[in-house]
């Protein structure tokens, strides 16, 4: 048996078999030789300087148009400029050529010009500037007049966004800290970091050069009565007294708080006063004073309650002057009462109208003191002023003054080599500024206590 020779096999495998290999299109023609061109009209062109440098016969001539005849095989046509009138010669039989198979990697073929059919190559893709800015930061601010997108009332609380948008990337705002007043206006600032990606829906925010982050601040407003008389005879004012503190979110650093979050707070009463006098025809007059006191309390952005209370005081005088009877009346939570609401100044309003004691608290004058804004000497010297006003004060250079007549028992008494005279009660002088010191210094430590104990 004859063993088959497996070495004739592998050299007809060798010979025959021929490796594939992609080529990119490319033009040509065959008077051309062997060079390649990216186009029909590039080949064309070539053909064109070709035969002028060649042969003085096409001087005159230009490149006319390029028909496409198949996918493969395009044809262009020469024109000869017109001399000396003649007529214009068309030639249209050089034909371009398409070889290969393919266009080279990532690049597209387009044919949607027939006389320029070619491989456009890949689009570099535009540079994702987000993706560079990924863990970067920049100081940030975001403000605006009333809650939006950006901060949320949540039980009071002004909540802000955690994520944002600038220049259309995105950025984590964790690190803020953002005050909000009773009417939901806010303020925030804080360092932002890019995520590295870009922005969708997040909401904007500022960039800003200030590092300074806003602490909460307390403003009093204080609008006193300015009467003004109308056609109608009667003085009108409006007067307002409104104090208000804001509150506050902070922001985490690394995890951790960088303060305590708080509530917006405000405290303020808008008085509107009528006083109306009628005069009768013997000289006597009625005089009506009317306020209105609406009383507006805030515990939270969004969170206000307000209440009104009437105050109504008639002054009765005669045609001299003289004043015959007053007479007042009140409606509303506001009207002084013994146990909860007094009206030590007299003004016809209880004595918390304008401050903070609730009815459940009995009276207290919480929130009355702001340590920002009272010192030990401002409360010493108010409550001084006061208690100097008082009528117990003002009259105690009339208190127990007496001019005494007659003789007056007094008594010796002799202890060793001294003699005591016991005769102080005859005289007229009795010591009342040791007396008053006495009052402003015991008025000295209950001021201390009341604005720091």
């Known amino acids: 048996m004859r063993v088959f020779n497996y070495r004739w096999l592998y050299i007809c495998l060798v010979l025959f078999a021929s490796p594939v290999y992609a080529v990119d299109y490319y033009w040509y023609m065959s008077a051309l030789g062997s060079q390649k061109f990216s186009s029909p009209h590039d080949a064309a062109n070539a053909f064109m300087a070709y035969s002028q440098?060649?042969?003085?016969?096409?001087t005159n001539y230009r490149l006319g148009s390029t028909r496409w005849q198949s996918d493969i095989r395009w044809q262009f046509c020469q024109l000869r400029d017109s001399v000396n009138g003649g007529s214009t010669n068309n030639n249209c039989w050089y034909d371009v050529y398409r070889a290969g198979d393919s266009c080279p990697p990532d690049h597209t073929f387009n044919n949607s010009d027939p006389s320029r059919p070619t491989c456009i190559p890949p689009i570099d893709p535009e540079p994702d500037l987000c993706a560079d800015k990924g863990g970067s930061s920049f100081p940030f601010t975001k403000s605006n007049s009333s809650a939006d997108n950006y901060v949320t009332v949540v039980n009071g609380y002004g909540i802000p966004n955690t994520e944002a948008c600038y220049g259309g990337c995105a950025a984590s705002t964790t690190d803020q800290k953002c005050t909000i007043k009773t009417s939901g206006a806010y303020r925030c600032s804080g360092t932002a970091y890019y995520t590295g990606s870009k922005c969708t829906t997040a909401p904007n925010v500022d960039f800003t050069d200030q590092q300074e982050r806003p602490q909460p601040e307390t403003t009093s407003e204080e609008t006193p009565c300015q009467y003004v008389e109308g056609p109608d005879g009667?003085?009108?004012?409006?007067?307002?007294?409104?104090?208000?503190?804001e509150g506050q979110y902070c922001g985490e650093v690394n995890g951790v708080k960088t303060c305590v979050d708080s509530k917006p707070t405000k405290n303020g009463v808008n008085i509107k006063t009528e006083v109306?006098?009628?005069?009768?025809?013997?000289?006597?007059?009625?005089?009506?004073?009317?306020?209105?006191?609406?009383?507006t309390k805030c515990t939270g952005a969004n969170q206000c309650t307000s209440t009104t209370t009437t105050t109504k005081t008639v002054i009765e005088k005669d045609a001299n002057g003289k004043t015959n009877s007053i007479k007042g009346s009140c409606t509303g939570p506001a009207c002084p009462d013994k146990n909860t609401n007094p009206d030590g100044d007299g003004d016809g309003f209880g004595d918390c109208i304008t401050g903070d004691c609730a009815a459940e608290e009995g009276g207290s004058g919480e929130g009355w003191y702001e340590s920002k804004d009272d010192t030990y000497a401002s409360v010493l010297?108010?409550?001084?002023?006061?208690?100097?006003?008082?009528?117990?004060?003002?009259?105690?250079?009339?208190?127990?003054?007496?001019?005494?007549?007659?003789?007056c028992p007094g008594e010796t008494i002799n202890a060793w080599v001294f003699t005591i005279q016991l005769d102080q009660w005859c005289g007229n002088q009795i010591p009342w500024n040791f007396i008053a010191a006495i009052i402003l210094g015991v008025a000295a430590i209950m001021s201390f206590r009341i604005a720091f104990l």
């Open 234 to 245: 009667v003085l009108r004012c409006d007067s307002e007294f409104t104090t208000q503190k």
């Open 53 to 58: 440098s060649n042969s003085t016969t096409y």
């Open 381 to 407: 010297g108010d409550f001084r002023y006061r208690v100097a006003a008082l009528p117990v004060v003002t009259g105690i250079t009339s208190f127990l003054t007496f001019n005494p007549s007659g003789s």
């Open 276 to 295: 109306k006098t009628e005069t009768k025809p013997d000289g006597s007059s009625t005089t009506t004073k009317t306020d209105t006191a609406t009383h």
